[in-house]
């Protein structure tokens, strides 16, 4: 081979592999169709279930869905969530110092074992940081199934780094997101269910809708230690390709010197855990907003406690009525206290995860 060969095969070889968007990529209103569509399976589900323990009877049997009205147990929302937020990864935040939030978060159809989820994402907003090294990206993701029928629409919005300081961005824009989701719009990926059938004694609690209310408290009592093995697997499992949580050879060399954990595996640990306390609110419904207070490494054991923020019912439903909850999970700290804020106002030190979501349970 030449010299000139040599050089010729060196350059295609860095054109066919893809480095990520940095911040200065982005464009207002662009449009995104991501690789590659996922089906879903029973390995899927069962390997979801060993790396959290998720213990909600819809998901679990398929005789206790039956029972209730769906066709067969349906997919953990989460998982649906994860895979969907996984496809997004190479094309949004690869590049990515952190995600920082999510808002507006819909599951409208349920997710069986055979279907394919697909997703495509809108930039809906743009924010250089003053340090000009960085920026915020806003995007509305969509996970479609094979019908095409939209299973999630939720918008998140993640810190990306700039391949070149001096970049100029054409135009910004930080779009106006709601607070929270009404509950009259939720309900759409739950069927109809026959409460009367919906079993107490195999669904682990007798708590039912009105024995919830406002404000109240609830301390999950149990703790998770992540390792470091089971936080890459999950990753892996949803196809998500963020750098910081594979490659210790160059996270050895950053800010905290190892792998950072995937924020939606603590989302995940977190809602598994609620099982005690919350064991009938079996679907989420909606994702009002969640923030990634601090970062989680291996080692660390996650608690959680959650407070009923409101209850609704659902326009048109009275087979189920919907929780709004704040879940607030912490590393290395039970939660009978429901550590929240220090005396200073900021975050306890404890605290990494605080998600406000609704969930359906039977009435």
Not at 56 to 76: E, L
Not at 106 to 133: C, H, M
Not at 344 to 363: C, E, Q, S
Request: aromatic share 8%; net charge negative; hydrophobic share 40%.
């Amino acid at each position: 081979m030449t010299a000139d060969t040599a050089s010729k095969s060196a350059t295609d070889s860095a054109t066919k592999t893809a480095a990520g968007n940095f911040f200065e990529d982005f464009r207002l209103g662009q449009t995104i169709r991501h690789a590659t569509p996922r089906t879903v399976t029973e390995g899927d589900v069962a390997l979801y279930t060993a790396l959290y323990g998720s213990r909600f009877a819809v998901q679990s049997s398929d005789a206790f869905a039956k029972r209730i009205g769906y066709p067969r147990a349906p997919v953990d929302d989460l998982l649906v969530f994860h895979i969907v937020f996984g496809k997004t990864v190479p094309d949004v935040s690869l590049n990515a110092v952190a995600n920082l939030g999510y808002a507006g978060c819909r599951f409208l159809a349920p997710v069986y074992p055979g279907d394919t989820l697909a997703s495509t994402s809108e930039v809906i907003g743009l924010k250089e940081n003053s340090n000009r090294q960085t920026g915020v990206v806003y995007v509305r993701s969509k996970g479609t199934n094979q019908r095409g029928d939209v299973v999630l629409d939720y918008v998140r919005w993640v810190m990306v780094r700039k391949r070149d300081v001096d970049a100029q961005i054409e135009e910004e824009k930080v779009p106006d997101l709601p607070k929270a989701l009404d509950a009259s719009s939720l309900g759409d990926a739950c069927p109809p269910i026959d409460a009367r059938h919906y079993d107490l004694a195999l669904s682990g609690a007798p708590f039912r809708f009105a024995d919830y209310h406002k404000g109240e408290r609830i301390d999950h009592v149990d703790g998770m230690t992540v390792e470091e093995a089971e936080h890459m697997l999950a990753t892996r499992l949803y196809q998500n390709t963020a750098k910081v949580h594979f490659n210790q050879f160059t996270e050895g060399q950053g800010r905290f010197g190892r792998r950072l954990i995937y924020g939606g595996h603590v989302i995940s640990l977190a809602r598994a855990l609620s099982f005690n306390g919350l064991s009938n609110a079996f679907h989420i419904a909606a994702i009002n907003g969640g923030r990634h207070v601090a970062p989680l490494f291996a080692g660390g054991t996650v608690h959680a406690w959650t407070e009923v923020l409101a209850t609704s019912g659902v326009e048109g439903r009275d087979d189920v009525g919907a929780l709004r909850l704040r879940t607030i999970a912490t590393k290395d700290r039970p939660c009978a206290d429901f550590p929240l804020e220090g005396p200073d106002g900021k975050p306890d030190p404890a605290v990494i995860l605080d998600l406000d979501y609704w969930a359906l349970i039977p009435r």
